[in-house]
């Protein structure tokens, strides 16, 4: 997506680094670009402005503010980059575990803003295709537990062979245009009902 089309959310309560911030994504194209310099409500203005991106600078941040920041990272779900002046182990780890796609520590410069921004943008989208990802394939397990478990019941109850078992799973789920995970978690409800 070009920049210019991004909305960017910049949080800053210092003036001259908002600016340094700003002057930055404006030079690499950014078009949209929002300054909040009031962290008070920052949740309900972030729901206001929807951005793309927020970029967050925190200059010395006390421990109090790092956690509500990192708080605020874990539920907005966009990519986040950081900027601070001074950080440790412990606070490093955080913001990783707080989704913050790009934590930099004493890098704050103009010309830096383009290349940390593009780079939590893609460190996001990894991310979020990995989560994804990672989604489907416990779905997938799942039903194939499922599937398995209803094959058992299949086997069990009429005496028939696993690939029969399945093949009636298959035809009730093609015959009622539903899926054959759905078809044995009806099963194996309808089996335990049956058994109590």
Same mark, same amino acid.
């Given at each position: ?8 959310l910049v949080i800053d309560e210092n003036t001259v680094r ?8 404006? #030079? ?70 707080? @989704? ?35 989604? #489907? ?14 094959? @058992? ?38 089996? @335990?009902?049956?058994?109590?």
């Amino acid at each position: 997506m070009p920049p210019r089309s991004l909305s960017v959310l910049v949080i800053d309560e210092n003036t001259v680094r908002s600016a340094i911030i700003e002057a930055g994504l404006r #030079e690499a194209g950014y078009g949209k670009v929002h300054v909040v310099q009031d962290v008070n409500g920052i949740a309900q203005r972030i729901a206001e402005i929807e951005p793309d991106v927020i970029v967050i600078d925190l200059e010395n941040p006390n421990r109090d503010m790092l956690e509500s920041m990192f708080n605020l990272s874990r539920a907005v779900r966009r990519p986040i980059a950081m900027f601070v002046d001074q950080s440790d182990a412990g606070a490093i780890e955080a913001a990783v575990d707080a @989704g913050v796609s790009a934590y930099v520590v004493d890098g704050l410069r103009q010309e830096r803003v383009k290349p940390i921004v593009d780079m939590a943008i893609s460190r996001f989208n990894a991310y979020s295709r990995m989560a994804r990802e990672l989604e #489907e394939a416990r779905s997938e397990l799942e039903n194939r537990k499922l599937i398995e478990r209803a094959k @058992g019941i299949l086997m069990r109850s009429r005496g028939v062979s696993e690939e029969e078992a399945y093949a009636l799973l298959r035809r009730a789920a093609m015959n009622q245009n539903r899926k054959i995970s759905e078809i044995a978690q009806s099963l194996i409800l309808a089996s @335990g009902l049956i058994e109590e």
